[in-house]
């Protein structure tokens, strides 16, 4: 249980240091499963532009949690 919250927790931090377009994206194609054409019928955002903004998205997020492990871990 305790793992769990502390893994939404550091879920919601990461999420916060994207761009709200960019957390969209994530939170439509990785966290709700959406296609990107069903997300795109959502927002009226073309597919391309949501999976670019996702992969962009994704590459924050792993940059934000190495950073955040090697300040932990250091």
Known sequence: PDRVA?????????LDRLSPKERLAIELLDLEGHSSDEAAQLTGIRATALR????????????????LLTEQYS
């Open 6 to 14: 502390a893994s939404r927790e550091l879920l919601g931090k990461l």
């Open 52 to 67: 670019a903004r996702a992969a962009r998205a994704r590459r924050k997020l792993r940059d934000h949690l190495k950073n």
